[in-house]
C-alpha cells in the first residue's frame, strides 16, 4: 500500500507513542486543531462534534470514547469526524485532573464520601475490571466459577462516581469548547474562502494577460493594425 509504513511499529513503539506522540504533545495538538479547521462542514456542525467530543472525554468509557462521541454528534447533528478529533481533549496531561476531580466530586455528588483516588489507581482499577470482565467471559463456557463482587465494588466505588461526577465539568468544558472554536473555524473558514477566490482571480488574471499577448503577437505577425 502506498501510505504504508516501510518498517512497522513495534508494540512498545505504538505505546510510547499514545503516551507521548512524535514532536510532543503541542505539535500534535496543532495537528489536530488543524484538521478540525479544514473539515467540509458548516462551522456550527463542526464546534457541535467539538462540543460531544470534549464532553465524552469526561467519561469512564475508556475504549468506546470514539464510539460514544461519533453517536452523540450523530444525535446533536453535529460532525462526527469533529468528535473524534475532539476526544483528544482527553489525553495523558489532562486525564490525571480529568479522572480524579470527576471520582471525588462524583463521590461528593453520590454522598459516599471516599477520599481521592490517584490517577494510577484509577488506570489499574480499570484494567483490572476489564481482565475480570473477560475472566468471566470466559468462565461461562467452561467450569470455572465466575467472579462480579470485585466488578460491583469497581462499579460503585469508581465507575458510577466517575460517570455522575464528570457530567458537570463535561459540560462546561464542552460548553466552553464550542463557543470559542464556532467564531474561530467560522473565521478560518471565511478567510479560507477569500483565499481561494483571490487566487482563481489571479489566475484568470494571468490567462487573460497571456490572451492578450498571443492576440498581440499574432496580430503583428500578421502586419495587422
Known amino acids: 500500500m502506498v501510505f504504508r509504513r516501510r518498517n512497522k511499529r513495534t508494540w512498545t513503539e505504538r505505546i510510547k507513542a ?6 510532543g504533545w503541542l505539535r500534535a495538538g496543532t ?4 484538521r478540525l479547521t479544514r473539515l467540509p462542514d458548516p462551522p456550527h456542525r463542526i464546534a457541535r462534534g467539538i462540543f460531544a467530543g470534549v464532553f465524552i472525554s469526561f467519561t469512564p468509557l475508556f475504549g468506546l470514547h470514539f464510539f460514544a462521541s461519533a453517536l452523540m454528534a450523530f444525535l446533536m447533528r453535529g460532525n462526527m469526524v469533529a ?4 476526544t483528544f481533549f482527553g489525553n495523558p496531561i489532562t486525564f490525571p485532573i480529568i479522572a480524579v476531580s470527576s471520582v471525588q466530586l462524583g463521590h461528593w455528588i453520590l454522598g459516599t464520601g471516599v477520599d481521592a483516588v490517584p490517577a494510577r489507581l484509577i488506570l489499574s482499577a480499570f484494567a483490572n475490571a476489564s481482565g475480570e470482565i473477560w ?12 467472579q ?11 465507575f458510577k462516581p466517575y460517570l455522575v461526577g464528570g457530567i ?3 459540560l462546561v468544558a464542552a460548553t466552553v469548547c464550542y463557543y470559542v472554536s464556532l467564531p ?9 474562502q477569500k483565499r481561494r477566490r483571490d487566487r482563481a482571480e489571479s489566475l484568470r488574471e494571468r490567462a487573460a494577460a497571456r490572451l492578450r ?7 503583428g505577425a500578421s502586419g495587422g493594425p
Request: glycine share 10%.
Open 18 to 23: 499514545i503516551v507521548y506522540p512524535q514532536g
Open 148 to 158: 462480579w463482587g470485585q466488578l460491583r465494588h469497581f462499579y460503585y466505588g469508581l
Open 168 to 170: 458537570a465539568p463535561g
Open 83 to 86: 468528535a473524534i478529533f475532539a
Open 184 to 192: 474561530i473555524i467560522l473565521g478560518y473558514q471565511k478567510l479560507r
Open 213 to 219: 499577448g498571443r492576440n498581440q503577437a499574432d496580430d
Open 135 to 146: 475472566t468471566n467471559f470466559v468462565a461461562m463456557f467452561t467450569d470455572s466459577p465466575t
Open 31 to 34: 495537528y489536530v486543531w488543524h
